[in-house]
């Protein structure tokens, strides 16, 4: 009896430590989660930290709510803790936004040389540049719907045509100035980056991904740049966004290399027959392309800006990196609405800016075209407005099947329209509501305004 009742008690103390680690493993989530993105929301964006505190977190769970959290805005920093477990940190960084401290300090990054702006020209009603044949007045009612509807909570809408912008409007607290999270926008991004490393001749799509992890696997070996890009690698990945313990969730918001959660990743389904969102793919895309690049002897941190962003002269763009100084290229990367729409611009423009060529012939027609196994809703790293091979309906009726886009968690879009040259950047925080069925009368009303 005594025997037994040690090992009672043995299996209490286990199955405790358990249930405290298990804790400490969700309330790190919840706190990483309000770290990293009040400190970027303060630190990067430029509001103001009762607005982000206040405002940012409600309708997530209710484990926000009992956070403790303290922003210093000297040493810019924010940590966070719930019940004491999960204790975060993340630090603010010039030229690099916020990061995560996980695992030790984070690895030390170089400084990075600013970006020269340049400005977009003015096409708006009233002004020298007016085109008379645009609609103003429809493009209004559409942002008057939109701005009204408080649940969708949009927070910029911003039209460019040929270059020039026809209409744009911001919501309360925010402005042309303001810096906007990507989320999963950032997918474009780092899709733009190997397509910068292709026309360098350092990456051919249709090889392997050197994976180091991958070495002595066969399977996983063959798993091709092409795979990952198009999110048909076939690993196994949890993107289930409102559980603590996915691996979405753990990666962001826990690991030190995003890219190496999906590394360790078995393969669930052979490479290029199965279609399967991964916000791992893009992050291990990432990691796999700085390995890439040092190799070569070329700056991986630097890439984007000497690359794309500075002959974009897109200057507000911030790429935050992990803890090992990786960029989180699958969900944080901050720019205003008018350099989202560059980048939308340099993808109208078949990857040619002020006559340079920046990304090789032909890419835009890559990303936008349908994954194998997609249903025809995916490209690589870009979502698409086809109607399902199955006869599911298209995103955005009233909208050409041929149009694309970078879209984020919350709403995020930069709609690429090719047959009318025009870009909408769309930003919120849609929370209480699906955002796509939200946001997509509003496309439709502001390209019937555009001929």
């Known amino acids: 009896m005594k025997r037994l009742g040690l090992i009672a008690a043995a299996g209490v103390v286990a199955g405790g430590g358990f249930a405290l680690w298990q804790a400490d493993r969700v309330a790190s989530v919840a706190a990483g989660y309000f770290a990293k993105v009040s400190c970027s929301e303060i630190f990067v964006a430029g ?58 300090a984070p690895e030390a990054v170089p400084a990075l040389t600013p970006i020269e702006g340049k400005p977009l020209p003015e096409a708006k009603a009233g002004t020298p540049a007016t085109r008379n044949d645009v609609d103003y007045a429809a493009i209004e009612r559409a942002m008057d ?58 990456i051919d799509i249709e090889t392997p991904a050197p994976v180091a992890e991958w070495q002595g696997d066969k399977a996983r070996e063959a798993i091709s740049w092409n795979n990952l890009l198009q999110m048909q690698s076939g690993l196994a990945f949890d993107e289930t966004y409102d559980d603590p313990n996915s691996d979405v969730s753990q990666m962001l918001f826990r690991a030190r290399d995003a890219g190496g ?33 040092e190799a070569n002897d070329v700056g991986y941190h630097a890439f984007a800006r000497d690359a794309v962003l500075g002959p974009l002269g897109a200057a507000s763009f911030t790429l935050e990196p992990d ?18 729409a560059k980048l939308g611009m340099l993808y109208l423009n078949d990857g040619v800016v002020d006559g340079l060529r920046v990304l090789p012939e032909g890419w835009s027609r890559y990303v936008a075209a349908p994954a194998s196994a997609s249903n025809a809703f995916y490209g690589a790293q870009f979502w698409l407005n086809h109607p399902g091979t199955d006869g599911r309906a298209k995103y955005m009726p009233g909208v050409p099947d041929e149009a694309y886009l970078m879209a984020g968690h919350e709403g995020q879009y930069v709609l690429i329209v090719p047959d009318k040259n025009m870009i909408i950047v769309r930003t919120g925080m849609t929370r209480s509501k699906a955002p796509m069925p939200a946001v997509a009368p509003a496309f439709a009303a502001i390209y019937a305004a555009v001929p």
């Open 323 to 340: 803890a090992s100084g990786t960029f989180i290229g699958s969900s944080f990367i901050y720019a205003t609405a008018r350099d989202w």
């Open 261 to 293: 959660v999906a590394a360790r990743q078995k393969l669930a389904h052979a490479p290029g027959t199965f279609w399967s969102y991964s916000s791992g793919t893009t992050n291990l895309i990432q990691r796999t392309l700085r390995e890439t690049l």
């Open 47 to 104: 509001r103001s930290a009762s607005a982000v505190a206040d405002g940012d977190f409600h309708g997530i769970s209710p484990a926000f709510d009992y956070l403790k959290y303290k922003i210093d805005p000297s040493e810019k920093f924010v940590t966070a803790s719930l019940f004491g477990f999960g204790g975060a940190k993340a630090i603010y960084r010039s030229g690099y936004g916020c990061t995560l401290v996980r695992g030790g």
């Open 145 to 202: 719907a939109a701005f009204a509807d408080k649940e969708a909570a949009t927070r910029s809408i911003l039209v460019v045509k040929d270059g020039a912008v026809l209409a744009e409007r911001y919501a309360e607290g925010f402005t042309a100035q303001t810096p906007f999270l990507s989320w999963s926008m950032a997918k474009s991004v780092t899709a733009t980056m190997v397509g910068a490393a292709v026309l360098r001749g350092l």
